[in-house]
């Protein structure tokens, strides 16, 4: 989901981009660039670019400057760790406005919500995963990807429409009218999206995701 920089005050506007500054700075101090030294690896990260950036251009206004679309960050995340998710994500984001398709001050508030908060709670899915549960293949992909996929949507869209009300941008019976009906079936389509993703890419390209290994998840199981 994107927002245009219209909508916000100029001081909110600040505070989206105080959030992002601090995650970019934690995301290129943490970033594993000894990975992209792998030829390999590069085309991963830059493969995950391109597919955030056509899938993000697949959108639907559902008001004016309010914009949905799959997000596809939880299997980002999975794949290259939360660091570079953030980085891939800036730049999908940042092609996505150059292309005409958000206004450079939307960059900031859709970063925050549509690339730092989900990457962050995949994080954290992942990590209360391996701590308590069962190390198990259909653990990793049922939680971590299906589960966490259309978890991370809700909490993302319950998040700008509770901002959008408070804010008093849009009115209750608009977003409820012509979002909050619509959810049940953006729900399904991000989890089924992840989860497959992460299922196709374990399987056949197990080096391409990074949360997963096959002595953790396969073996002895």
């Known amino acids: 989901m994107e927002l245009s920089g219209s909508l916000f005050h100029s001081a909110w506007l600040v505070l989206f981009g105080a959030v992002y500054l601090v995650a970019l700075w934690y ?3 943490w970033a594993d660039w000894g990975r992209l030294k792998d030829a390999r690896q590069q085309h991963v990260w830059l493969g995950a670019i391109v597919f955030l950036f056509f899938l993000w251009n697949m959108r639907v206004e559902i008001q004016p400057g309010f914009y949905w679309h799959l997000s596809g960050m939880v299997i980002v995340t999975l794949m290259l760790r939360w660091s570079l998710a953030i980085l891939a994500g800036s ?3 940042a092609g996505v406005v150059l292309a005409g398709l958000n206004d450079w001050s939307g960059f900031l ?3 925050v919500f549509a690339v730092v908060l989900p990457a962050t709670l995949t994080q954290v899915i992942l990590g209360l995963t391996r701590a308590y549960a069962p190390k198990h293949f259909f653990v990793y992909v049922l ?9 991370i949507f809700l909490v993302m869209s319950l998040c700008i429409v509770g901002g959008l009300l408070s804010l008093g941008i849009y009115p209750w019976h608009e977003l409820k009218q012509n979002f909050l009906y619509l959810m049940p079936m953006m729900f399904f389509p991000e989890s089924m ?3 497959w993703l ?3 890419i374990v399987i ?3 080096h391409w995701i990074i949360s997963f290994s096959d002595e953790e998840y396969l073996h002895g199981k």
Do not use: E
């Open 27 to 29: 995301a290129l101090r």
């Open 91 to 93: 730049l999908a984001l």
């Open 109 to 111: 508030p859709s970063v």
């Open 143 to 151: 939680v971590n990807a299906f589960a966490a996929g259309g978890f």
């Open 193 to 195: 999206l992840n989860g």
């Open 198 to 200: 992460a299922a196709m």
């Open 204 to 206: 056949y390209k197990p």
